[in-house]
């Protein structure tokens, strides 16, 4: 039932900025803990942020934390990832990921815990 929809991706040079969305269908959008994964050619699927389902809490992975930022906004059932100073090690396919809040907090870092997933979107940065 419910379905995430990603949008944002692209072609962008060293240091520029993009902005990922995710929007949510189907479900209550308060009710799940959001987050993105980033998957890059010959690599694992990455933990990037996650967010709390109110938005009180965020995390990041050390690779991005001060340059990326997660938010959501409840007015349109959507997730944002900034992303700042891009480099080339950034270019990836980048998906959102839903987990209800009855599964908690703890252990946003497993991509397992996420019951619900969008289509992924890449983003290439050149050099």
């Known amino acids: 039932q419910v379905r995430l929809v990603e949008h944002g991706g692209g072609l962008v040079q060293t240091g520029d900025s993009l902005r990922l969305s995710c929007a949510l269908f189907?479900?209550?959008?308060?009710?799940?803990?959001m987050a993105w994964f980033r998957q890059a050619p010959g690599k694992e699927r990455e933990f990037i942020a996650a967010i709390t389902w109110g938005g009180g809490t965020t995390a990041y992975t050390g690779s991005v934390k001060g340059r990326f930022t997660i938010s959501r906004d409840s007015a349109v059932n959507t997730v944002y990832l900034l992303m700042n100073r891009l480099q080339p090690e950034d270019t990836a396919v980048y998906y959102c990921?839903?987990?209800?809040?009855?599964?908690?907090?703890?252990?946003?870092?497993?991509?397992?815990?996420?019951?619900?997933w969008g289509q992924g979107i890449q983003v290439t940065v050149s050099s």
């Open positions: 189907g479900d209550t959008f308060n009710a799940y803990s």
């Open positions: 990921a839903a987990r209800h809040s009855e599964h908690g907090w703890n252990n946003y870092l497993r991509a397992d815990e996420y019951g619900y």
